[in-house]
């Protein structure tokens, strides 16, 4: 009887999100053109857009041994105004090139800001211009912003997915190109990356197959990772203490990594081509679009609290 009950509930739940996720995609497709250009001229008037998006690259995948989701995502920004001043290399910190010099102190607060907008992307799902109010953001701890997140349904109040504590992680090597490519007039650097484990939710399959309580509450069940690069492009004309770099560029990169399983991907494993084309055509697609949404926000975000 209890087993019954369990697979009911399961399929009550893929339902719910496939007309959650349906939803969404409509509403924001029937209104991407006339919300962005809201959205645009309001900040316009408020705070200067010092960066506009180049490229912007993503890769999604289900693995069907496996049940594994896999996503990338990359976008390119540049500088839209006309060039920055002189950088020191001895003292530069990869951080001040888009803007006249900053304040040591301010130059701290960067790193930090790009820090907190990371880890408040549980917070970016519920804005009203992306899924209108069909989401809201719970914490597990009202006085510490940096707890547990639980992503909920707002009429239903319905578990979505819950996020972990952010944390800081150093990046492999293999994330410091742009477009593929290495050159020896380019320089990268990691400037901030940020995990958010996938703790459970809807729309994770977090069933455990351990047999302790402290193996579960290790168990992986993916994250989303957030990278900030940023490039210098040297001009050939520098002196020895000086250079003055050209056309500094913002990198955003996004992953789902670990062991993330979809709960549209069912338990069954090989993945049948039915469920897989059904994530495909549903959670993959509003994954891609959030994320292509989320980083032109942390660009904006970043702009504006910069000018604050």
Same mark, same amino acid.
């Given at each position: 009887?209890?087993?019954?009950?369990?697979?009911?509930?399961?399929?009550?739940?893929?339902?719910?999100?496939?007309?959650?996720?349906?939803?969404?995609?409509?509403?924001?497709?029937?209104?991407?053109?006339?919300?962005?250009?809201?959205?645009?001229?309001?900040?316009?008037?408020?705070?200067?857009?010092?960066?506009?998006?180049?490229?912007?690259?993503?890769?999604?995948?289900?693995?069907?041994?496996?049940?594994?989701?896999?996503?990338?995502?990359?976008?390119?920004?540049?500088?839209?105004?006309?060039?920055?001043?002189?950088?020191?290399?001895?003292?530069?910190?990869?951080?001040?090139?888009?803007?006249?010099?900053?304040?040591?102190?301010?130059?701290?607060?960067?790193?930090?800001?790009?820090?907190?907008?990371?880890?408040?992307?549980?917070?970016?799902?519920?804005?009203?211009?992306?899924?209108?109010?069909?989401?809201?953001?719970?914490?597990?701890?009202?006085?510490?912003?940096?707890?547990?997140?639980?992503?909920?349904?707002? !009429? !239903?109040?319905?578990?979505?997915?819950?996020?972990?504590?952010?944390?800081?992680?150093?990046?492999?090597?293999?994330?410091?190109?742009?477009?593929?490519?290495?050159?020896?007039?380019?320089?990268?650097?990691?400037?901030?990356?940020?995990?958010?484990?996938?703790?459970?939710?809807?729309?994770?399959?977090?069933?455990?197959?351990?047999?302790?309580?402290?193996?579960?509450?290790?168990?992986?069940?993916?994250?989303?990772?957030?990278?900030?690069?940023?490039?210098?492009?040297?001009?050939?004309?520098?002196?020895?203490?000086?250079?003055?770099?050209?056309?500094?560029?913002?990198?955003?990169?996004?992953?789902?990594?670990?062991?993330?399983?979809?709960?549209?991907?069912?338990?069954? !494993?090989?993945?049948?081509?039915?469920?897989?084309?059904?994530?495909?055509?549903?959670?993959?697609?509003?994954?891609?679009?959030?994320?292509?949404?989320?980083?032109?926000?942390?660009?904006?975000?970043?702009?504006?609290?910069?000018?604050?």
């Amino acid at each position: 009887m209890h087993d019954s009950k369990v697979k009911t509930m399961k399929k009550l739940a893929i339902i719910i999100n496939i007309i959650l996720i349906q939803s969404i995609i409509a509403i924001n497709a029937a209104s991407l053109h006339t919300t962005d250009t809201d959205t645009n001229n309001n900040k316009s008037k408020h705070t200067k857009q010092y960066y506009k998006r180049k490229s912007y690259q993503w890769n999604a995948n289900l693995h069907r041994t496996t049940g594994i989701a896999t996503s990338f995502e990359r976008s390119i920004f540049h500088y839209k105004h006309q060039p920055p001043p002189i950088c020191s290399v001895d003292n530069d910190d990869g951080l001040s090139m888009h803007r006249p010099p900053l304040s040591t102190t301010k130059k701290k607060q960067i790193k930090h800001i790009v820090q907190d907008i990371f880890s408040s992307y549980p917070n970016f799902l519920t804005k009203p211009s992306l899924t209108f109010g069909l989401c809201q953001s719970i914490p597990s701890n009202v006085e510490n912003k940096y707890c547990n997140h639980h992503l909920q349904t707002s !009429l !239903l109040h319905l578990n979505m997915l819950t996020f972990g504590k952010p944390r800081i992680v150093k990046p492999s090597k293999k994330h410091i190109f742009i477009n593929n490519k290495s050159s020896s007039t380019e320089k990268e650097r990691v400037i901030c990356c940020i995990e958010i484990p996938i703790k459970g939710g809807l729309l994770a399959n977090v069933e455990s197959k351990s047999s302790t309580t402290s193996k579960k509450k290790d168990e992986d069940h993916g994250c989303i990772r957030f990278i900030w690069l940023q490039t210098k492009q040297p001009n050939k004309q520098h002196t020895k203490k000086h250079k003055k770099y050209l056309h500094p560029e913002i990198i955003l990169i996004t992953e789902i990594r670990g062991k993330y399983r979809p709960t549209l991907a069912g338990n069954k !494993l090989p993945i049948s081509n039915m469920r897989k084309m059904l994530y495909y055509s549903t959670q993959r697609m509003v994954h891609t679009y959030v994320m292509w949404r989320y980083h032109d926000y942390v660009v904006k975000e970043y702009s504006r609290r910069i000018d604050g």
